[in-house]
């Protein structure tokens, strides 16, 4: 999900996804939000990508998306305290945790 492809940080959207089935990447919808250097967490079948860094917006991201893969859609969700990118975010049970960055 995301990330760079070159020397020159370029942020990315894109999203793909292994299917094993059929032995491919598979292209899926893209994030809300072109970023690097974010954190990503799966709970309750969902996944949660945390913070990062953006080229529109300078600096960290406090922002959070939410990929739902039964709807296929991509929401927003509420914005961590803290702007951060490098974090590492894991989930416990019913809670994210991003720590550092």
Known sequence: MGGRR??????????ER???RIGRWVQMPPMRKQRAFFGAAVMGGKIYVCG????????ELSDVECFDAKSMRWSAVAPMLTPVSCAAVVSHGKEI????G
């Open 52 to 59: 990062g860094s953006s080229q529109i917006e300078r600096g």
């Open 6 to 15: 070159s020397i020159e940080v370029l942020r990315l959207s894109s999203v």
């Open 97 to 100: 945790y991003v720590i550092g």
């Open 18 to 20: 292994f299917d094993p």
